[in-house]
């Protein structure tokens, strides 16, 4: 598997084609965890999901494991800002 975002200039392309990303919760998920809360009560305690981090989903999908940690190092700006 290769990953796409192996160099600098790959990391400055990426930030480019998620600057107009936003990310807005599930309306129907965050009503089904309300249900829920209200249904448990005080009897017991509930966990809702919201799926992979920002981190993770650059770990995992888009940069590696090896290469996140470098780039963080190299690069702590512009992955803050492609977290955010």
Not at 11 to 35: H, I, N, T, Y
Not at 49 to 78: C, N
């Amino acid at each position: 598997m290769e990953l796409p975002v192996k160099t600098r200039q790959d990391l400055q392309r990426f930030r480019w084609l998620c600057s107009d990303v936003k990310v807005e919760p599930d309306g129907e998920a965050m009503a089904a965890a309300r249900a829920r809360c209200r249904q448990v009560g005080q009897r017991g305690m509930t966990k809702t999901g919201w799926g992979t981090s920002p981190l993770m989903h650059l770990v995992e999908h888009v940069i590696g494991p090896v290469d996140t940690h470098l780039m963080l190092a190299d690069f702590p700006r512009q992955l803050e800002e492609l977290m955010g």
